[in-house]
Structure formats: C-alpha cells, structure tokens
C-alpha cells in the first residue's frame, strides 16, 4: 500500500523520506502559483534559486531578452528584477517563450527540497485535479512538502496538503500519516470557504497589507489550470 506524508515545514523532511518519493511542493501564497500560472501562459522555463545574486550570476548565461528576473523579498518585487511574485504580473504577453530565473523566500527554496525526488511536481489549489491525477498514476509513497513562512507553518500550505490527502484517499487506497490526517482535517474544515482561510491566515493577511488583495483571489480559485509542472535536474518546465 502507498503512503501520502506532508511535511508540515520544508525542514522536516530528511534526505530518506524524499529519495524514491513522488513529492509535491506547496507554495499556495505564491510561488507554486506564480509558477504555474507562468508555465501555463507560454513561460519556456522556470529556474528556481536560493538568492537573488544566484539568479543575477545564473542571468549572464543567457541571451538577453530570453530571461526574465523574478521574485520577492518581504512580498515585494526584488529592486531590479523584471517581475515580483504577484501571479497576475505573469501574463502570456510578458512570459510566453522567456526562461524565468526565480527567486523567493520560501517556495523556490522548498522546491530544492525535493531534488532527490523520483519525481518532483508543483501544486496548489489551482490545479488540485491535474496534480491528483498525476501523483494518482506515478509509482512510489507521496510526500506533499509544504513551504512555510521562513521556518514556521503556513495554514494555506497546509490545508492545500489536505485537498490532495482528500482528493488522492477518496478511495482510501492509500495509507496516510498522521501528518497527513491533520492536514485532511484542516481542509475539511476550510473548503467550503476557501477565500476566507486565504483571508484570515499571516500571510494572506500580510499580502492584503501590501495591496495583493487580488492575488489572495486568484490563489484560491480551484482547478482553474490543468498544467502539472515538473521540476527536475534544477528546472521546472510544463
Ligand atoms: C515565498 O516563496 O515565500 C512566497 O511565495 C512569498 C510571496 O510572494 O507571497
């Protein structure tokens, strides 16, 4: 029988539990988002880095106009990049073909989380079905690795976990931890009110100070895109 775990923070997970795993990284608020929503508009490639000195070095590369700077620090466009994390920045006239070099302070980060995956995929509540599917189809224990706040828990990270635990178990063909369990429980009470989770947790409420209303949103829309992007070797791509 196939295991679904959830890391409740990236560092909970060792080396062990991801080797072999098919992982999902969560970055609800809004990287996992941000990414999607990029792929789905034409974006060529998406390079996930810690720093964004990384992401200017990683730059030089590439032929100019290919590449585009991304990312946040404290919510906000990094000074100089060519976009922030706001998903909405990332329409097909501005992404479609450029490799998107990105840098935030947390989901890009758990992305390499999940390197020693056997495959590495990116979810959130936009495409819930599609990522199901997916991780329903491949071999190997699912581990949903959720990218908190810089070290602390995220409830939307963690309630998105528990859509896939719910969405993935509803035939109870899987065994799950009590990680897991707790994350399913948090969903059930969240779903039938999605936007008012988005609205009252840290950082829904952070981003809502800063003007990002809208993003909150746009993130909490379900199965809006059916893409499935996969990081592997370093690289997201659709
Ligand atoms: C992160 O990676 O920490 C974020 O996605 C933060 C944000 O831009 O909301």
Redesign the pocket.
């Known amino acids: 029988m196939k295991t679904i775990d959830v890391a409740l923070l990236p560092n909970m997970v060792n080396s062990q539990q991801v080797a072999g795993s098919v992982a999902v990284v969560i970055?609800v608020?809004?990287?996992s988002s941000t990414i999607l929503t990029a792929l789905s508009n034409g974006a060529k490639q998406v390079i996930p880095v810690n720093e964004p000195q990384e992401a200017k070095e990683l730059a030089k590369q590439f032929p100019t106009g290919e590449v585009l700077l991304c990312g946040?620090r404290e919510?906000n466009k990094i000074p100089g990049f060519d976009l922030g994390?706001s998903p909405r920045e990332f329409v097909p006239e501005v992404v479609a073909g450029k490799t998107l070099i990105m840098s935030?302070?947390?989901?890009?980060k758990a992305c390499h989380t999940a390197q020693n995956a056997s495959v590495s995929v990116i979810g959130c509540f936009l495409n819930l079905t599609a990522v199901t599917h997916f991780v329903n189809q491949a071999e190997g224990n699912v581990l949903l690795i959720t990218?908190g706040?810089e070290g602390r828990f995220s409830l939307e990270d963690v309630v998105c976990a528990g859509a896939f635990v719910d969405k993935l178990n509803a035939g109870n063909e899987f065994a799950i931890t009590d990680a897991a369990r707790v994350s399913q429980i948090l969903y059930t009470i969240y779903k039938s009110n999605l936007r008012q989770m988005f609205n009252t947790c840290e950082?829904g409420q952070y981003?809502a100070s800063l003007g990002y209303q809208a993003d909150l949103d746009y993130c909490a829309q379900v199965d809006t895109l059916t893409l499935v992007p996969r990081f592997t070797s370093g690289i997201i791509t659709s």
Request: net charge neutral; proline share 0%; no cysteine.
């Open positions: 970055d608020l809004r990287a946040e919510g994390n935030t302070t947390n989901g890009t990218s706040k950082h981003l």
